[in-house]
């Protein structure tokens, strides 16, 4: 069932589903009084600067630390020596492989950690640590996948016994047989060869962490920009060898996330070891250019798609071969299974019998990553590749692209719909979306004018990306990180007074589940939402999760959240009935209260429940109105939704600009609509970043360009666009609530949506193809080729 | 040498090495936190405060040269215990999320509708295009100062 708009079923001051209910975060914000990392300060806290490698791609012969030591005000000075004394030079990453935390062999990219300067005083660290001199012996540095696959490629990680090539991994999907028999009858087949060029998520706040190990008990306070705070402490508890009880990760206010704050960072583990082995609070906080060269970058992904088409314009099957850059080390954090993330979710909104997958990630010398950048496990790059394709063959077979995508949509009567590569999708109505999308941009006159403009020498073009994303890991059969089952959780405490706390396994970075997990209990309890307090991000008092990222806090936590409440409601019913000196049987729940059957006026509320909870219990009914879920979903969920973006494209210079980006966006069931369209105009922003201006690339020596915002260009408000939102309603059939999350559609949907405008464009002088960042020279370049 | 400063109507003073930016100056030394560091490069204007009432980025300043003069932080804002008009209108109109970039766009915004009562949303989106918003697609961002403006233009018509 698709509605455009539902009212919410609560009162505005209870403020459950549906309600644009204002942010209780915002508070600290406006005040300057959030707390983040790097607002901590302990007594006698110590400040850490790392030195790192300047080449891609050689042997270390030697480190000397001895003018690094003698600086006034430095504590110590760690290598990768010292740490191996402790077992900790290397550590796993969250895809199994391993990473060097410092390095004792060699370096295998630019920026790679090799020693730390503890120093009582930022300045003086970061000076020190500039006068660690560091011998090499050069190597071939290998700054892309295609060489490293080469057979006379040196071995980047020759410190693995088992290693003879560069290759990470190989992955498949789908039929193989099945695909080729259906490409052998295609009327034409379209292929599109494009690289997903490498991304950074850069979050305002960049990465770091106070590590407080108590020398007198052990006890380890981590104070971490963490996404995933009770993974971390498991990873910590068995990297460093801690006893997990003694490990507390609070991830505070977190300036951004994006991805960027799911693995662990060496500098997480040196501080940490610091502050162990030195008995005092130790505090590493990265500069942008840090984040912007070591940490998890996204994408760099080399794809070869082909879809095979029917002379009347049915998509018969789909094949994509991809290569993979994985950096020096192989560190997504994804699930075990499947090694490319979800990009078999490639087959897109369409419905064709046949598709396969190949995929290769090879090694080679540059920062490790892979994150999944406000997008669910490469599902980014699977959307951009089949919504291209999709472009590409429209034209190819002389159709118009809307059209061509409403022939092959998936219908709304084939969900729960089963893709060629194993996904089972919830719900969706794809046509619905594409035909509001097109209403609001005006889609048929638009055509005319780009016509008339063609005539006129000028350049208008349409863009369309009608996505569908997958998201909500796991279930835990299929989805886990490191071995942990990707459930989520939540625990709701009632107090006598009848206000209460949520506790939830999850870590907001922005997205607001201050504000809006309080609304899913109000709504299932009927308790106001300004009388719910939500705690998350402290491993001590929260209950064990995986995090927050791949839009998976609603879908998962969201869940337990909205089962608490039920599981604390069935206990309620229990002592209302033993208030009202009725039959459980007999009552009835109204938000906010029971009543006996037939007579309304015999009730009590939510509010007398919690009371008597805690002073008038019945017989055999344990005291208090407490409890924790562990929510472990039975499916992941599909969100879906159509992007139409009409460009103007200067043909002397190549630049082109945005007039109009409309999106329609159908998340399922919108907990607070203001939240939802903010998540979707930061997403909408991002696509329009990758697909225009942010690209990190490296020279052929390995060096790193895009290392600050003057090479790695973040648009500002000037340049983005003005964005036009739509919704419409179908909600996800077992989410107990109907929501499927929205943190990363736009990200996920949108860039297609943008380069297929600008493709749209200059569709008629025989363009197909321009690899993203889409810069006004590499359109000219395009344009001039095609003339 | 010390520095001695005017901060939100406070004067104080306190040591500062030549070479120490303003902005670690305003969070280690004044220990006024809600001025962030994104950079380090004068790119993405987190940093930023007043400056005798022009916004400056704080990271490409030094301490010593704010010496003998006037800033105002986010912490300034507040007005006789009362949220500013930039700051209910933040919040009214969502314009923060993670919150980081927010007491940068706050300052630039105020700074903006002393100038010019009225602006346009192509004025609010060139006033505040030194500073980079991850999260809000600056949507909210230019809706709230322009709500700010309103607000302001009620009050004193009022």
Redesign the interface.
């Known amino acids: 069932m698709t509605t455009v708009h539902e009212s919410p079923k609560t009162t505005p001051e209870v403020g459950g589903l549906g309600h644009s209910r204002?942010?209780v975060?915002?508070?600290?914000?406006?005040?300057?009084?959030?707390n983040?990392v790097?607002?901590i300060t302990l007594p006698g806290m110590l400040h850490m600067a790392i030195h790192r490698s300047p080449l891609a791609h050689a042997r270390i012969v030697s480190i000397d630390t001895s003018e690094a030591e003698a600086v006034e005000g430095v504590v110590a000075v760690v290598t990768g020596e010292l740490l191996a004394n402790y077992n900790l030079a290397w550590m796993p990453t969250l895809s199994g492989d391993t990473q060097a935390v410092l390095a004792t062999d060699k370096v295998r990219f630019q920026g790679q950690e090799i020693a730390a300067v503890i120093a009582t005083d930022?300045?003086i660290a970061q000076d020190a640590a500039d006068l660690i001199q560091v011998e090499y012996e050069d190597l071939e540095p290998i700054v892309n996948p295609q060489r490293s696959l080469e057979e006379d490629a040196p071995i980047i990680r020759d410190d693995k016994e088992d290693q003879s090539s560069n290759l990470v991994y190989e992955w498949e999907s789908g039929d193989k047989e099945a695909t080729e028999a259906a490409f052998a009858k295609a009327h034409k087949v379209v292929s599109l060869d494009t690289h997903y060029p490498r991304s950074h998520?850069?979050?305002?706040?960049?990465c770091g962490i106070v590590a407080d190990v108590n020398s007198a008990t052990g006890q380890a306070t981590l104070y971490m920009t963490s996404q995933a705070p009770h993974a971390h402490r498991t990873v910590f508890a068995l990297v460093a060898g801690l006893p997990e009880q003694n490990i507390r990760i609070i991830s505070p206010?977190?300036?951004?996330g994006?991805g960027n704050k799911v693995p662990v960072y060496p500098g997480y583990v040196v501080a940490t070891a610091a502050s162990l082995v030195i008995g005092k609070p130790v505090k590493w906080?990265e500069?942008?250019?840090e984040n912007l060269i070591s940490t998890g970058f996204a994408r760099d992904y080399y794809m070869h798609g082909e879809l095979a088409v029917s002379e009347e314009g049915k998509i018969l099957a789909l094949k994509v071969d991809m290569v993979s850059d994985q950096g020096a080390f192989f560190s997504d954090a994804q699930p075990t299974k499947f090694q490319a993330g979800l990009f078999h979710i490639v087959t897109g909104s369409y419905d064709y019998p046949a598709a396969y997958v190949s995929t290769k990630g090879a090694y080679t010398n540059k920062a490790p990553g892979g994150v999944a950048y406000r997008c669910s496990f490469r599902v980014t790059e699977a959307s951009y590749l089949i919504e291209r394709l999709v472009q590409n063959a429209a034209y190819e077979l002389g159709m118009d692209p809307a059209e061509f995508r409403s022939k092959n949509f998936i219908q709304k009567e084939q969900f729960p719909y089963l893709t060629p590569t194993g996904f089972v999708y919830d719900s969706g109505d794809y046509e619905a979306a594409l035909r509001l999308a097109k209403e609001m941009v005006g889609y048929d006159e638009i055509q005319r004018e780009k016509e008339e403009a063609r005539k006129e020498g000028r350049l208008v073009g349409i863009g369309l990306a009608s996505f569908t994303e997958v998201v909500g890991a796991g279930h835990g059969d299929d989805y886990d990180i490191l071995g942990l089952r990707m459930f989520d959780s939540a625990e709701l405490r009632v107090h006598p007074t009848g206000k209460a706390i949520l506790k939830l396994g999850v870590r907001s970075?922005?997205?607001?589940h201050e504000t809006t997990f309080a609304q899913i209990v109000a709504e299932e309890l009927g308790i106001p939402a300004s009388d719910i307090k939500v705690v998350e991000g402290d491993t001590d008092n929260t209950p064990y999760g995986l995090g927050t990222y791949a839009s998976r806090s609603t879908p998962v936590a969201g869940a337990a959240t909205a089962m608490i409440s039920r599981n604390l409601r069935e206990k309620a019913k229990k002592i209302a009935a033993h208030l009202l000196e009725a039959s459980e049987d007999d009552l009835e729940w109204e938000v906010g209260k029971f009543h006996v059957k037939g007579d309304p006026d015999s009730s009590v509320t939510i509010q007398d429940v919690a009371f008597a909870a805690y002073t008038n219990v019945p017989e055999g009914v344990e005291a208090g109105l407490e409890g924790v879920h562990y929510y472990d979903p039975p499916n992941m969920t599909y969100p879906f939704g159509t992007y139409i973006v009409v460009v103007d494209v200067d043909p002397a210079t190549g630049q082109w600009k945005v007039r109009r980006m409309v999106a329609v966006d159908d998340c399922g069931v919108r907990i607070n609509p203001?939240?939802v369209?903010?998540q979707i105009?930061?997403?909408?922003?991002?696509g329009y970043a990758m697909s225009s201006m942010q690209y990190i690339t490296f020279d052929e020596s390995g060096n790193c360009i895009g290392s600050?915002?003057?090479d790695y260009l973040?648009p500002?408000?000037?340049e983005?666009p003005?964005?036009e939102l739509g919704e419409t309603v179908t909600p996800s059939p077992h989410h107990p609530i109907g929501a499927k999350g929205v943190g990363e559609s736009a990200t996920v949907g949108s860039p297609a949506a943008y380069v297929n405008a600008v493709i749209d464009a200059l569709e008629h002088l025989g363009v197909r193809n321009i690899d993203m960042p889409l810069t006004a020279d590499k359109v000219w370049d395009a344009i001039q080729g095609a003339q | 040498m010390k520095v001695e400063v005017t901060v939100n109507g406070e004067a104080r003073s306190a040591e500062a090495e030549p070479r120490v930016l303003l902005v670690d100056f305003i969070r280690g030394s004044l220990g006024l936190t809600g001025t962030h560091v994104g950079c380090d490069t004068t790119s993405c204007g987190v940093c930023t405060v007043l400056l005798d009432g022009t916004p400056v980025k704080s990271c490409t300043v030094f301490a010593v040269q704010a010496h003998g003069r006037s800033i105002t932080t986010v912490e300034g804002l507040k007005q006789n215990g009362e949220l500013s008009a930039m700051q209910k209108a933040f919040h009214e109109e969502h314009g923060l999320q993670c919150g980081f970039c927010t007491p940068a766009m706050m300052l630039v915004g105020t700074a903006l509708l002393e100038e010019n009562a009225n602006p346009s949303e192509d004025d609010v989106r060139w006033a505040i295009s030194g500073n980079l918003c991850r999260c809000t697609g600056y949507m909210n961002i230019v809706k709230a100062i322009q709500a700010a403006a309103a607000m302001q233009n009620e009050e004193v018509s009022a």
């Open positions: 204002r942010r975060e915002d508070a600290r914000f406006l005040e300057g009084r959030g983040y790097d607002d930022r300045y998520p850069s979050p305002l706040e960049t206010d977190i300036g951004g994006f906080m500069t942008r250019t970075q922005g997205q607001g203001m939240v369209d903010g105009h930061g997403g909408l922003a991002e600050n915002f003057m973040i500002t408000a000037w983005t003005r964005f």
